[in-house]
């Protein structure tokens, strides 16, 4: 089917940087939207930032100047440049696809997810 896994987490102090990647595997016939939320203990699960597959992009306003969605449509994977990390940026990051496949002969759509990747900013 498809497959979407995220990499690039971890450990990092405050006003430090990570990029978070997400490939997409299967059977992909196209990815429309590509998009990462995050998750932090005991919250809802929040949209960060999309991108379309022209490119187009969206931020939420806690994010906006510091962090950078962009995708590599060859490779159906999109990544998320994070700079000036704060500590409230802790939390589980997702990866999200609009994904049209192939399962056999019939086209198929997806909303597809990641398993998450856990990002700590602290000291």
């Known amino acids: 089917q498809v497959q979407l896994v995220e990499s690039g987490g971890g450990l990092v102090q405050p006003g430090g940087s990570l990029r978070l990647s997400c490939a997409a595997s299967g059977s992909i016939f196209s990815i429309n939207v590509m998009s990462w939320y995050r998750q932090a203990p005991g919250k809802q699960r929040d949209v960060v930032a999309t991108i379309t597959k022209g490119g187009s992009t969206n931020y939420a306003d806690s994010v906006k100047g510091r962090f950078t969605i962009s995708r590599d449509n060859a490779k159906n994977t999109v990544y998320l440049q994070m700079n000036s990390l704060k500590p409230e940026d802790t939390a589980v990051y997702f990866c999200?696809?609009?994904?049209?496949?192939?399962?056999?002969?019939?086209?198929?759509?997806?909303?597809?997810w990641g398993q998450g990747t856990l990002v700590t900013v602290s000291s």
């Open positions: 999200n696809a609009d994904v049209s496949y192939w399962r056999g002969s019939y086209m198929r759509a997806l909303d597809a």
